[in-house]
């Protein structure tokens, strides 16, 4: 697959993109596990049908150590046991703030009794803004159709400096 458009040959989309990004390191400095967030990141993603993404964030995770058994049943979180508390609510939080469009009620409030139950506010306020983050990433990398596949951790932020 051929991307669209190359957003990194363009310098409003670099520019974005460098924003983009000073607005993921206030996530990636709160006190959300950095697990949780990338977890959250590729649900969204599969949701989504953004390869780049999906592509990006289980390398990510898996350069953080991240297990591949939990990597690879993420998609099927709800029957899976390798999952804390927290991680599915804040699955169910990422699967229900992506899928706006398929429920009259968003985010339902027995999911968001699950997410006050396990994460303090800070937390919430970044697994919020995760939320929201990736979906934007995800239009982004869908609309210009970025091809999957060739992504090594760290690489995006070298290609921004």
């Not at 919020?128 to 239009?139: D, E, K, P, Q």
Request: a negative charge; charged letters at 20%; proline letters at 3%.
């Amino acid at each position: 697959m051929e991307s669209r458009f190359n957003l990194f040959d363009n310098a409003i989309a670099v520019k974005f993109a460098k924003r983009f990004i000073n607005v993921a390191q206030v996530i990636d400095q709160s006190p959300l596990p950095k697990s949780t967030q990338e977890l959250v990141q590729i649900r969204a993603s599969q949701i989504n049908g953004c390869g780049y993404c999906v592509d990006m964030h289980t390398k990510d995770a898996a350069a953080a150590d991240e297990s591949p058994v939990r990597l690879n049943l993420v998609a099927t979180w709800r029957e899976a046991t390798v999952f804390t508390e927290a991680e599915r609510a804040a699955l169910a939080l990422a699967e229900e703030g992506t899928r706006l469009a398929d429920a009259h009620h968003g985010v339902s409030d027995e999911t968001w009794a699950h997410v006050r139950k396990n994460f303090d506010d800070d937390q919430i306020a970044a697994l919020v803004a995760v939320v929201a983050l990736i979906n934007a990433a995800n239009r982004i990398n869908v609309i210009v159709r970025m091809p999957a596949g060739s992504y090594v951790p760290g690489m995006l932020a070298a290609a921004l400096n």
